[in-house]
């Protein structure tokens, strides 16, 4: 891990953001942040989670139309989307909360101590805001939407790099459900650990 990392979650962001920066005119993604960046964020959030005995939730936010704007639009449009996407994501968020861009239209949003009811009304906020995002390219609206998969974490027992790998394959999978179920709406995932009652949540369009 980087030694900014080590300074806190502060520093942490920060170095993140310099990284998009430099980044920013990479051709197919503006801010990319990989994989390993993404598990980086969780496997602290998992430490700290340990230690303060906190639950969060990772959600997944995929644009629907990504593959269609970029071979109708190319990747200016997807450059200047990037951008209003972000600020309207991190509108919705809290102070502790962090947003990362993932390659093909896809953000990650990771939210602290939150319950799945509370995660699942921010979801559901996040894809109103897309839908209803008035969005323009070369003078013509763009509609957009987006699907979004969601996952709560609250075992804390598993080592930290377990324990986020297993997070992030259950909102992939919730992701893929809400593809599933047509786009445009949210979907969580149903675990049902022992002593603990299942739950799962739907935000139709």
Known sequence: MSQDSDKGPGAWWMSLRRRWQMRRDKPVRVAATD????????????????????????????????????????DDCL?????????????QLRGGDWLLPLPRGVWAV??????????????DRLRSRVATLDYRWQGQALPLSASLGLAHWQDWKREPQQGADQLLQQARQALAMARGAGCNCVRAYAAIPSGRNRYSGTRPA
Not at 59 to 72: A, T
Request: proline share 4%; charged share 25%.
């Open 35 to 74: 994989e390993a960046q993404l598990m980086d964020g969780l496997k602290r959030e998992a430490a700290r989670a340990q230690r303060h005995g906190h639950d969060g939730v990772l959600i997944l936010l995929e644009l629907d139309p990504w593959v269609r704007l970029q071979q109708q639009h190319g």
């Open 110 to 123: 990771y939210l602290p101590c939150t319950d799945p009811l509370g995660a699942l009304d921010a979801a």
């Open 79 to 91: 450059r200047a989307l990037d951008e209003r996407l972000g600020q309207l994501a991190r509108q």
